[in-house]
C-alpha cells in the first residue's frame, strides 16, 4: 500500500491545489458562520441574564432569607447559576455577620449540599466548578469532599482541591492537607501547596512539626518554608531543632521563625545562622536579627554588611537604619569594616528611610567624637565613598566600631 | 531555463504547504491552550495571590527618553499597578528635554545612593533619585546610551528583587497584569525563568489619564491589519511556541525574567538590534549550556497595549528594524543549529525562524518572480498559477480569521459588532498589497544589514499624553 506522502505525490501540486481551496473556504465560511452565531448567542445570553440578575437581585433580602421559597429558584438552572454566582461573590467582600447569613441560606437552600454532591460524583473540569465553590463558601462541611478531591488523578482537580481548602483557613483543613502529602508525597506544585497550608495552619503552627520530623526532601523543604512564615513565639523551642538541620530550606525556616522568639533564644542561633554557607539561610537570619532591635546584634548585622551576597548587605543595612540611636556611631562602625559596597547598601537604607538628616544632626551634637573624626565622618557621608586609608582616623573610628562589637 | 523555473516553483509550493500546514498546527495547539488556560484560571482567586506571603517582589523596569509629556501619567499607572510588592525603576536615559525635571516636581525625587552595582554594562549613572511620595518609585538618571537595551541595563544594575519586569514607558498595562503574568511562576518558582505576556494594539482605543476606558479598532487601514497580525503572532504564534518551551521572543514592552539568570547572561546586549529577542535566545542558550532544566512561558491574558506605527514609512521602517534584529540574533546563533545540547531550539525553533522568518521575505519575493516568469514562458499554467495564489489566499485567511476567534473565544475585548465585522472584513482584505509590502520592508531590513547599518533606532510614538486626545 502506497504511503500518504506518495499518494500525495502522485496527486500533483495541481490536484492538490484544487481540493486545498475547497478546504480553505469551506474553513474560512464556518469560522466566519460560528464566530457571528456565537456573538448572536451570547448577546441573547447576556441580555437575559442581565434582565434575570436585575429581577434577583431587587428581591435579595426575601431570598436570603428564605421568604421566596427556595423551590421557586432552585429547580431551574438558569436561576440557580445566578444565585448561587451572587451568594458566592457577596460572601467574599462580606463582612462576618453578613457571612454567616449567606452561609446560612447556602446551606438551607442545599447550594453546598449540592456541590459537595457535585465534587463527588463528577470528574474534570465539572468537578473541578464544584471544588472551586464549595472552596468560596468555606463551610466545613465541604472539607471532606475538597480532602476527596486532592485524590484525584488530574493535577487540575487536585489544585482546585488544594486552594479550596486552603481558603478554609481552619486546623480542619490543615489536617487533611497535610494527611494527604504525608501519604502521596508532592504531587502538586511546591507554591499551592505552601500557600494554602499557611493559610490553614497560622492558628495552630505546631501541627506542622511531627509531619516535618517524618517527611522526606523535597516535601520537609516545602513544610520547612510554611514553618517559616506561620511560627510564632510559643515555638521557639521547636525552632531550634531546624537550626542545624541539613536542608537549607529548613534552615532557612528556622532563621525565619526565630525572629518571633525570646531574643535570649534567638541571639546565639541566629548569629550563627548569620554566617551560613547558603546565602538566603543568612539572608532570613540577617533579617530576623534585624526584627530583634537588640543592640547585641550590631555586630552580626555588620558583617552581614560585608557579604558577597547584595541582598544580604542591603537587608543588614536596612536592620542598622533600624536602630535609630547610636546612628554615629553605628556609621562609624559602617565605615571600620572598610568595605565599599556595606557603606553603599547603608546609605541606600539609610536614605531610602529619609534618615540621613537624623544621622547629620547626631553627628552634629555627638560628644564622643572628636572634630576631626566628626569632619570625616560627614566628608563619607557627603561623597558615599571611604577615605583613603589614614592610620591615626582608622584606629580612631575603629574604636568606636570595637565598641560597638 | 525552464527546468531551473520549473524546480523554484516547485519548491515555493512546498515551501507554503509547511509553512501554513505549520501555522495551522500552532493554531490548533493554541486554540487548545487557551481553552485550558481559561480553565484553569476558574480555580485561581487573583486575590488569593496578591494576598498570599509568597508571592514575591518585583522591580519594574521602565525606561524613558524624552517623554515629558507623557512620563508622570506613564509613572502613576505603573505605580497603580495591583501587585503586592512592587518597586519602579525609571530610567531617564539622556532625555533632552524635562523629563527628569517633571518627574522631580511631581514625585517629589531626592537624590539618593541607592544600591547600584554596575555589573551590566551601560552608559554612566548621573544621579539616583528616590520619591518622597512613594517610596517605591526610584528614578535612575544616565546619560544617553543609544539604545534601549542600554537603558534597561542601568535598570538591572539598580534591581534588588529576584523577579524584573521590563516594560516600555508608553504603553498601557491593564491593572492586574503582573498578577496574571506571574501565575506560571507562583506554580513552579524553580523553573519557570522567563514570562511574557500579550501586546495589544491601543491605537482607536479610549484613553483617560492613561488608564484604558474602552476597547476599540483603529480607524485606518494599515493599524486594522496590524491588530490582525498581533493576533495572530500573538495568540497562535507564540502560546504554540511556549507549549513546546521553545518561545523565542518575549517583547520588550512587558515581559517578566528572573533577575539572577538575566545578569548571569550580563543584562541585555547594548548594540543588539532586536534587543528582547536576543535576551531570551542568550537565555535559552546559557540554560541549555548549563543543562539546567527551565522554561519560558507565556501568558495570554495580561495584557499591555501599546502604540502601533500609523503611517507606511514609520510601519515600513519598524518592520525593517524587526527584520535586521532578527537576523542580528540568529546569526550569531548559527552555532546553535543541529546541535543535541540546544535540543528543541536547536532543531526545530531556531531552524523555523531562519527557514519560515528570516527567509521568508526572500523566498517569497523570489518565488513570485519566477512564477510570473514561468507563466511568461509558458513554462506554468495560467489555471495552475491562479489557483496556487487563489490557495495561498484562502489559506492564510484561514489563519487570520482563526487568531480572530481565538481572541473572540478567550479574551473578547473587542465588544463592538462593528468592530468585530471589520476585524473581520481585513482577515480578507490584509494579503493585497499589503502583504508584499511588508516582505520588501523585510528585505529592506535584511540588506541594510547586510551592508553594515546596524544601528538601533527608536520608533516614534505619539506616546501616552497624545493618546488621550482620542
Known amino acids: 500500500m502506497a504511503s500518504i506522502f506518495d499518494k500525495i505525490w502522485k496527486l500533483g501540486p495541481a490536484a492538490f491545489v484544487m481540493k486545498a481551496i475547497v478546504a480553505a473556504f469551506v474553513t474560512n465560511a464556518l469560522l466566519l458562520a460560528f464566530i457571528l452565531f456565537r456573538r448572536t448567542y451570547r448577546k441573547r445570553y447576556f441580555a437575559r441574564r442581565d434582565k434575570r440578575v436585575f429581577e434577583l437581585r431587587r428581591n435579595w433580602d426575601a431570598l436570603i432569607s428564605g421568604e421566596i421559597p427556595y423551590t421557586d429558584w432552585r429547580n431551574k438552572t438558569f436561576d440557580l447559576q445566578i444565585v448561587e454566582e451572587m451568594a458566592l461573590d457577596a460572601l467574599e467582600a462580606s463582612a462576618p455577620e453578613e457571612s454567616a447569613r449567606l452561609l446560612k441560606f447556602l446551606r438551607n437552600s442545599g447550594l453546598i449540599e449540592k456541590r459537595v454532591c457535585e465534587a463527588r460524583q463528577f470528574t474534570g473540569w465539572r468537578r473541578i466548578r464544584a471544588l472551586v465553590a464549595l472552596g468560596c463558601t468555606r463551610a466545613p462541611e465541604g472539607i471532606s469532599a475538597l480532602a476527596e478531591g486532592l485524590r484525584d488523578g488530574d493535577i487540575e482537580v487536585r489544585l482546585a482541591a488544594l486552594r479550596g481548602l486552603g481558603r478554609m483557613a481552619s486546623p480542619q483543613a490543615a489536617e487533611e492537607i497535610l494527611a494527604w502529602v504525608a501519604e502521596i508525597g508532592l504531587s502538586v506544585p511546591a507554591l499551592p501547596l505552601q500557600n494554602a497550608l499557611i493559610q490553614c495552619t497560622a492558628e495552630r503552627p505546631q501541627m506542622l512539626l511531627p509531619y516535618i520530623q517524618y517527611a522526606e526532601s523535597p516535601l520537609r523543604e516545602v513544610l520547612g518554608r510554611v514553618l517559616g512564615e506561620v511560627a510564632t513565639p510559643a515555638l521557639g523551642l521547636d525552632l531550634l531543632q531546624f537550626a542545624g538541620d541539613e536542608i537549607d530550606e529548613l534552615r532557612a525556616a528556622a532563621a525565619r521563625g526565630m525572629s518571633h522568639t525570646k531574643i535570649e533564644l534567638a541571639l546565639d542561633v541566629l548569629t550563627e545562622l548569620a554566617h551560613d554557607p547558603i546565602w538566603f539561610v543568612r539572608l532570613r537570619a540577617i533579617v530576623s536579627l534585624g526584627k530583634l532591635l537588640d543592640p547585641r546584634t550590631i555586630p552580626t548585622l555588620l558583617s552581614g554588611l560585608t557579604d558577597a551576597n547584595r541582598l544580604v548587605r542591603f537587608r543588614a543595612a536596612e536592620g542598622l537604619v533600624e536602630f535609630k540611636i547610636e546612628m554615629a556611631s553605628i556609621f562609624a562602625a559602617v565605615i571600620a569594616t572598610r568595605d565599599r559596597y556595606g557603606l553603599h547598601a547603608y546609605l541606600t537604607a539609610l536614605e531610602n528611610a529619609d534618615m540621613r538628616g537624623n544621622l547629620e544632626e547626631e553627628l552634629q551634637a555627638s560628644a564622643k567624637i572628636n572634630e576631626n573624626e566628626k569632619d570625616r565622618l560627614r566628608s563619607v557621608l557627603l561623597t558615599g565613598t571611604l577615605p583613603v586609608e589614614d592610620a591615626a582616623i582608622t584606629s580612631d573610628v575603629s574604636e568606636h566600631a570595637a565598641a560597638l562589637r | ?470
Open chain 2, 1 to 470: 531555463m525552464i527546468r531551473i523555473l520549473y524546480i523554484s516553483n516547485h519548491m515555493l509550493f512546498w515551501y507554503y504547504l509547511v509553512s501554513n500546514l505549520a501555522y495551522l498546527t500552532m493554531l490548533i495547539i493554541a486554540i487548545n491552550t487557551s481553552a485550558r488556560h481559561q480553565r484553569r484560571l476558574g480555580s485561581h482567586r487573583l486575590s488569593w495571590i496578591k494576598e498570599t506571603p509568597l508571592t514575591p517582589p518585583i522591580a519594574v523596569i521602565a525606561p524613558a527618553h524624552n517623554e515629558e509629556g507623557s512620563i508622570c501619567v506613564a509613572v502613576r499607572n505603573l505605580l497603580d499597578l495591583d501587585y503586592p510588592q512592587l518597586e519602579l525603576i525609571v530610567v531617564n536615559d539622556g532625555s533632552e528635554d524635562c523629563t527628569l525635571a517633571v518627574m522631580q516636581k511631581e514625585f517629589h525625587l531626592r537624590p539618593v545612593r541607592a544600591i547600584y552595582v554596575p555589573e551590566m554594562k551601560s552608559a554612566p549613572v548621573r544621579g539616583l533619585y528616590r520619591s518622597d511620595v512613594d517610596a517605591r518609585l526610584l528614578v535612575v538618571d544616565k546619560e544617553a546610551g543609544g539604545s534601549k537595551a542600554d537603558a534597561v541595563n542601568a535598570g538591572l544594575n539598580a534591581v534588588t528583587s529576584p523577579y524584573v519586569c521590563i516594560v516600555d514607558s508608553d504603553s498601557v498595562l491593564e491593572r492586574d497584569a503582573l498578577l496574571r503574568i506571574m501565575i506560571p511562576i507562583l506554580e513552579n518558582p524553580k523553573r519557570v525563568i522567563a514570562v511574557g505576556g500579550i501586546i495589544r494594539v491601543l491605537n482607536g482605543s479610549e484613553i483617560k489619564d492613561g488608564q484604558l476606558q474602552r476597547v476599540r479598532l483603529p480607524r485606518k487601514s494599515i493599524e486594522v491589519i496590524q491588530v490582525i497580525e498581533y493576533l495572530r503572532a500573538f495568540l497562535i504564534g507564540r502560546e504554540a511556541w511556549a507549549q513546546g518551551n521553545m518561545l523565542m521572543i518575549i517583547s520588550g514592552a512587558f515581559g517578566v525574567f528572573r533577575s539572577d539568570h538575566v545578569r548571569s547572561v550580563g543584562g541585555y546586549r547594548s548594540r543588539a538590534i532586536g534587543e528582547d529577542f536576543d535576551l531570551v535566545a542568550r537565555l535559552h542558550r546559557h540554560m541549555r549550556e548549563k543543562g539546567v532544566d527551565y522554561e519560558i512561558q507565556f501568558v495570554p491574558d495580561p495584557m499591555c497595549w501599546t502604540e502601533v506605527p500609523s503611517d507606511l514609512k514609520s510601519l515600513g521602517r519598524q518592520r525593517a528594524r524587526w527584520q535586521k534584529g532578527l537576523l542580528d540574533v540568529l546569526w550569531p546563533s548559527r552555532n546553535m543549529l543541529f546541535r543535541v545540547r540546544y535540543g528543541r531550539i536547536g532543531w526545530f525553533a531556531l531552524p523555523y525562524l531562519w527557514l519560515f522568518e528570516l527567509l521568508a521575505p526572500v523566498v517569497e519575493i523570489t518565488g513570485l518572480v519566477t512564477i510570473i516568469l514561468a507563466a511568461c514562458l509558458g513554462a506554468l499554467s495560467g489555471t495552475f498559477f491562479s489557483q496556487f495564489l487563489i490557495f495561498g489566499y484562502a489559506f492564510a485567511t484561514v489563519i487570520s480569521i482563526g487568531a480572530v476567534l481565538q481572541e473572540e473565544i478567550t479574551y473578547k475585548r473587542y465588544n463592538d459588532w462593528q468592530d468585530v465585522v471589520r476585524l473581520l472584513g481585513y482577515c480578507f482584505l490584509e494579503h493585497f498589497p499589503y502583504r508584499q509590502m511588508h516582505m520588501l520592508w523585510r528585505l529592506q531590513g535584511m540588506w541594510e544589514y547586510l551592508r553594515g547599518d546596524h544601528a538601533w533606532k527608536p520608533a516614534k510614538r505619539k506616546g501616552l499624553a497624545a493618546a488621550r486626545a482620542h
